[in-house]
């Protein structure tokens, strides 16, 4: 998002961290404005009405409450509100960040129960696998197959071996809002990242790492980002040796291919 719409999606993650810290249910108010989100999807009217800078934000509250006040939970409304009475560059960045504040919903859930790890480990693990599998990708990206026969999809793929909060996100993300599978799981990845101020580095090795080595390469790239650091791990058998590692723009590439590369290029000279 750009210009105001930035601001506003501050405003309306804000609103939604301030309602689960009044003690709403995590799980509830993400499926909830998920919910709200896809029902503005489809609704560029009254997408307009609920963001039009001219409109007093007491009467776009009104308009919200008269809509949806029978099948919102108090929490999930003044979330929206919260949004409703923002500056958006576009009106369909408002039900995106609606999305991102359910996605903060179920991130808080899993911090709770002590599974913030597991999620973005899942998430990642997810991506990569739709990734690797055309067919799936394809299947699950499809915009126009139903949203009921996707989410059923992932359910069967991951059965019990998730926790319930990955389950949701998974479902959420082959709605359909977005046309990049693989782009909305990471954005996924990010928000969890940012529950604990903590960043993401992409790692690929040709053979896993073990535990020693994983937080080893954990801990150094936190010195020296000063930040937490979460690993995703990327096993690629192309890699003859060394590590590539990127953390945000940052690429640091010690492969064996890239410094014989290096040693070639200084020979030529």
């Not at 991102?100 to 911090?111: K, M």
């Amino acid at each position: 998002m750009q210009g105001s719409s930035t601001g506003a999606l501050a405003a309306v993650v804000e609103a939604a961290d301030g309602q689960l810290s009044q003690g709403a249910d995590p799980t509830g108010l993400g499926e909830e404005l998920f919910s709200l989100a896809r029902a503005l999807d489809g609704a560029h009217s009254l997408r307009r009405a609920l963001t039009e800078p001219a409109v007093p934000k007491e009467a776009k509250a009104r308009l919200l409450r008269s809509l949806f006040g029978d099948r919102l939970s108090e929490p999930t409304l003044e979330v929206a509100e919260a949004g409703t009475g923002r500056r958006w560059s576009s009106p369909r960045d408002f039900p995106d960040a609606l999305e991102q504040a359910s996605v903060t919903a179920h991130v808080a859930r899993a911090d709770a129960e002590g599974r913030l790890d597991s999620l973005e480990d899942n998430l990642f693990r997810f991506a990569r696998i739709a990734e690797a599998s055309p067919g799936l990708r394809d299947a699950l990206g499809d915009m126009t197959a139903p949203w009921d026969g996707k989410r059923q999809l992932v359910h069967d793929l991951v059965g019990d071996k998730v926790d319930d909060a990955t389950t949701a996100l998974l479902g959420q993300a082959v709605a359909g809002r977005h046309r990049s599978l693989t782009s909305v799981l990471a954005t996924y990845q990010r928000v969890a990242a940012a529950r604990r101020d903590s960043m993401i580095a992409t790692v690929w090795v040709a053979a896993p790492l073990t535990d020693e080595h994983r937080d080893r390469l954990a801990q150094a790239l936190s010195r020296q980002h000063d930040k937490r650091i979460h690993l995703n791990v990327v096993v690629d058998t192309t890699v003859l040796g060394g590590v590539r590692v990127s953390v945000g723009d940052e690429v640091i590439d010690s492969t064996v291919e890239t410094r014989l590369k290096q040693a070639q290029r200084r020979l030529e000279r």
